[in-house]
């Protein structure tokens, strides 16, 4: 691993910290509307779940809650890792600051197949989104349909942003491990590290609502 250089701020920007202070404001900004979005999703959700009680209880209770709840652990310890190495690269370290990245990646494809082999299971006992599949034929529950199709919808919205955000972890350990991320630009880690936290909350409220609730 090499060591990281001197980074020079871009010309549009007075300083490095200035430049720094934009890339956490640009990334809250963007936060907001990733809110919004799921925010509308939940709202939906909880219409359907008071006029369909009933079944969005039974959706719950037939639903996956060991992996459900293993998922959240993973998420849960990604974002320790994560976190850990945004405070590594600030004192320098970068060696350690990779190696948590890298588990923190590694953690997020994890979750990543439970949750296939959770749909796997789902679709193996015939619950397709829409309603479609035996299941529903087995168990006509007005409403049941509704809570399915939010399931799958709203779980692979989020696995696409568990995606994404291994992405750009990926990329952040590739400019760490090539000296191009150290210490005097760990605020760049530390813009990906929000957005993989975001990923972590929206979870911790998907969680209660499809499995617990």
């Known amino acids: 691993m090499t060591a990281a250089r001197s980074v020079e701020h871009a010309e549009h920007f007075e300083s490095l910290e200035r430049q720094a202070h934009a890339a956490r ?3 809250w900004v963007f936060l907001a509307t990733e809110v919004l979005l799921f925010g509308a999703a939940f709202a939906l959700f909880l219409t359907y779940q008071v006029q369909f009680s009933h079944a969005f209880r ?15 652990a993973v998420l849960l310890l990604s974002s320790t890792l994560v976190a850990c190495a945004v405070h590594a690269l600030r004192r320098g370290d970068a060696k350690l600051a990779a190696r948590l990245v890298g588990g923190t990646i590694a953690l997020g494809l994890t979750f990543l197949v439970i949750k296939g082999i959770e749909y796997g299971k789902h679709f193996d006992e015939g619950i397709y989104p829409g309603g479609v599949g035996h299941y529903f034929t087995l168990h006509p529950i007005r409403g049941l349909a509704a809570f399915w199709t939010l399931y799958f919808g709203m779980t692979a919205l ?17 400019a760490i491990v090539r000296g191009r991320l150290g210490r005097e630009t760990a605020y760049r880690l530390e813009v990906g ?3 993989w936290h975001l990923v972590d909350v929206i979870w911790i409220f998907l969680w209660p609502l499809f499995y617990l609730a």
């Open 158 to 174: 989020h696995a696409l942003h568990v995606t994404i955000g291994a992405g750009v972890l990926g990329v952040l350990l590739h």
């Open 193 to 195: 590290a929000i957005y």
């Open 58 to 72: 039974a959706g719950v209770a037939h639903n996956t809650k060991v992996l459900g709840s293993v998922n959240t």
């Open 25 to 27: 404001l640009g990334m």
